[in-house]
């Protein structure tokens, strides 16, 4: 090693290096799950698939008071051949 990196810097270095050899070991490739387990409420048909299509994907409410609620609906439609199921809806 160089006379210009220090002890610390040294043992840093060397860590950081062996860490990164290390980084795939220990991940495997998840299981599937269990044979036992029931089946998803919804099974699509063959040759069938939803399709959402949205009238808007943005919305600019422009310049607003921070104490003023401002609300957007965005609307939408299925226009695919298959059951659209909408599940666990978050506003980010």
Same mark, same amino acid.
């Given at each position: 090693?160089?006379?210009?990196?220090?002890?610390?810097?040294?043992? &840093?270095?060397?860590?950081?290096?062996?860490?990164?050899?290390?980084?795939?070991?220990?991940?495997? &490739?998840?299981?599937?799950?269990?044979?036992?387990?029931?089946?998803?409420?919804?099974?699509?048909?063959?040759?069938?698939?939803?399709?959402?299509?949205?009238?808007?994907?943005?919305?600019?409410?422009?310049?607003?008071?921070?104490?003023?609620?401002?609300?957007?609906?965005?609307?939408?439609?299925?226009?695919?051949?298959?059951?659209?199921?909408?599940?666990?809806?978050?506003?980010?």
């Amino acid at each position: 090693m160089s006379k210009w990196i220090s002890q610390p810097a040294r043992l &840093t270095l060397l860590l950081g290096f062996l860490l990164a050899g290390c980084v795939g070991i220990g991940q495997a &490739t998840p299981a599937p799950p269990p044979q036992d387990q029931p089946a998803p409420f919804y099974q699509p048909i063959e040759g069938t698939a939803p399709k959402i299509e949205f009238a808007n994907l943005e919305h600019d409410f422009g310049l607003a008071n921070q104490r003023i609620s401002l609300k957007h609906s965005f609307s939408f439609k299925n226009v695919g051949n298959g059951e659209l199921i909408i599940e666990k809806v978050k506003s980010g």
